[in-house]
């Protein structure tokens, strides 16, 4: 439903949009998702404010005026914004990190991330600064966010134990539990381990049972999703029934009830400056992942996501949770998945859901006094499971080894060194190892397909070569990486081909030739003509001709540019034919073929 306009507030307030053609029908399938949406909401609201380090009732904040900002901004109508798993994991690294440097404590370091993270976001939104992203590869994505799945569900299981443990890492977690294994509660283990079973059965066994029961399969569907509710409710009975805080059972506890007090973040530059890079980080992998899932959704209902405005939208929503005294936020891929089946049209249905999460804020609070703390790790545990996916590893491996390198050390890093540094080295490898394939672009030597006018690689076909004739084709942009390595390669072939007198560079896949490679080029002429060797370029595509025009280069090249290799393997052929003298045709006018 959602058809932006490019004009006018609407571009920049999708809800002047999409909101002028709102209608009974769209309010009810809004109304239906932020029902569904509103019951799942609640326990991962208050999970993810545990994993995150943050008060229960934090969970609830960054879960109302959030979603109220992101359906004004927002240009993905079931796009479920909130807290998830992974940014509450690098949000409860970040801020534990500056409560244990006695920087900042650790309510107030998050707060101050969910802040900077939403300016950053509002900044690269407003610049159209998005492809940023793009540096953030895809195998790196999916090692980082397998990775932290393991560091999120091994930094759970203390809480299905009972017992108090520590660590950053997954070697310290499992260290640190280890050691004091033999404090486990029984009864606690009790409570997470049967909360576990069950929404792990849950997850795909509830819903052909009730359906079994003679239950509607979308109703079925329906109340499976709200199993985590459920669990809350019976464990949350069975706390209060038995008095399992006296039995040594980690309970919520006290829970505020009442809507956030909104307030700016207390500034200081100086420890908000040593926030700046996780805040980044936050943002980045916020970003990319909101937005994979947005455009995925959207593209099965031949809809638009803008992913600069979507920057905009994610970055008001921040600065929201911030000022509502709570953490990070982005757009989670379940809950959209959830909100996208149950018919959420409109960025409307997260609206709605905020005043259903604000509406149990207001009441239901002191309910939340007996939950186990137990089932909200349960809940996480059971969450997480979904994002752990090694096949990644085998794909990479069979495809590419520089991407299973890289896949490999953001996984090692993120488990072993913590998650900053986990998608930092996972990034940095990625950026390098493109830069070093760049540096040496695939280069192949080419003859002609016999009976056609096709040329391909000599060494994959049978083709027709001729021996005073060299073609070279370049399959990528020639810029400063790999301009050096041009040369050398050229110079080699040349020199291990004395009967050469013509050199052609086939241009079909050079999108662009920067100031190094053109200078490389002209030394590369200048070495070919001391050699006695002509210089042509052939298939030269219309923007770098433009560019080549630009310069003296054309007129100082010893040889012709062609407009097809078949014509530039014919051109030149006649000419030996015809033998003319050498110095002569260096002096002839050269004639272009754009």
Not at 21 to 26: E, Q
Not at 126 to 149: C, D, E, K, Q, Y
Not at 303 to 332: C, H, M, R, W, Y
Not at 580 to 588: G, K, M, V
Request: aromatic share 8%; proline share 4%.
């Amino acid at each position: 439903m959602t058809v932006l306009s490019t004009t006018g507030l609407a571009r920049y307030f999708p809800v002047l949009d999409w909101g002028r053609r709102y209608n009974r029908r769209l309010l009810t399938s809004d109304m239906i998702a932020a029902v569904i949406g509103t019951l799942m909401l609640i326990p991962q609201s208050l999970a993810y404010a545990l994993l995150a380090g943050m008060p229960p009732e934090t969970g609830l904040y960054a879960s109302i005026l959030p979603l109220l900002i992101y359906a004004i901004f927002g240009t993905s109508g079931p796009l479920a914004v909130g807290p998830v798993a992974v940014v509450s994991l690098m949000t409860a690294s970040a801020a534990g990190q500056m409560a244990a440097t006695g920087g900042m404590d650790h309510v107030s370091a998050a707060i101050a991330l969910a802040f900077l993270s939403g300016i950053f976001l509002v900044a690269v939104g407003i610049f159209r600064l998005g492809f940023l992203a793009n540096f953030l590869s895809h195998p790196v994505t999916s090692g980082f966010v397998s990775a932290s799945g393991i560091l999120i569900a091994a930094g759970q299981v203390k809480y299905l134990l009972g017992i108090k443990a520590s660590g950053d890492t997954f070697l310290g977690i499992v260290e640190s539990l280890l050691a004091h294994i033999g404090e486990t509660s029984l009864v606690t283990l009790a409570i997470g381990a049967s909360a576990t079973i069950f929404l792990q059965w849950a997850r795909k066994g509830l819903k052909p049972a009730l359906v079994r029961l003679g239950i509607a399969t979308g109703l079925a569907g329906n109340l499976a999703r709200a199993a985590p509710v459920v669990a809350m409710g019976l464990t949350t009975l069975l706390a209060w029934g038995l008095d399992l805080e006296k039995m040594g059972v980690w309970l919520v506890g006290t829970v505020p009830q009442g809507l956030p007090v909104f307030a700016l973040p207390a500034f200081d530059l100086a420890h908000w400056l040593d926030l700046v890079r996780p805040a980044i980080l936050i943002s980045i992998i916020g970003f990319v992942s909101s937005v994979s899932v947005a455009q995925t959704l959207a593209a099965k209902k031949r809809e638009k996501v803008v992913p600069d405005q979507e920057l905009i939208a994610l970055g008001a929503a921040n600065i929201a949770s911030s000022i509502s005294g709570a953490f990070p936020v982005t757009g989670g891929f379940a809950r959209s998945v959830v909100y996208y089946d149950a018919g959420a049209e409109t960025p409307a249905s997260g609206a709605f859901t905020a005043l259903g999460i604000a509406l149990a804020t207001l009441t239901l609070t002191p309910l939340l006094y007996y939950l186990p703390q137990a089932t909200l790790a349960a809940t996480i545990i059971v969450s997480v499971i979904t994002l752990i996916d090694f096949s990644v590893l085998k794909k990479a491996w069979s495809y590419s080894i520089a991407d299973f390198a890289a896949v490999t050390l953001t996984i090692v890093a993120t488990l072993v060194l913590g998650v900053e540094i986990g998608i930092l080295a996972g990034v940095t490898l990625s950026i390098l190892l493109h830069l070093y394939k760049g540096s040496r672009p695939h280069m192949a030597v080419v003859g002609r397909v016999p009976g056609t006018e096709h040329y391909r690689n000599v060494l994959r076909h049978k083709v027709e070569t001729y021996p005073e004739i060299l073609t070279l084709r370049v399959d990528d942009s020639l810029y400063f990486a790999n301009a050096r390595h041009l040369e050398e390669s050229l110079s080699e072939m040349v020199a291990d081909r004395p009967e050469v007198k013509d050199v052609i560079l086939l241009c079909s896949a050079v999108n662009e030739i920067d100031l190094s490679a053109l200078e490389s080029l002209e030394e590369i002429n200048r070495r070919l003509k001391d050699a006695g060797v002509r210089l042509h370029l052939s298939e030269v595509k219309g923007p770098v001709m433009d560019r080549l025009e630009k310069c003296s280069f054309l007129k100082e090249m010893t040889g012709q540019v062609f407009l097809t290799q078949h014509q530039a393997i014919a051109s030149i052929r006649g000419v030996e034919k015809d033998a003319p003298d050498r110095s002569r045709a260096e002096e002839a006018p050269i004639e272009w073929y754009i």
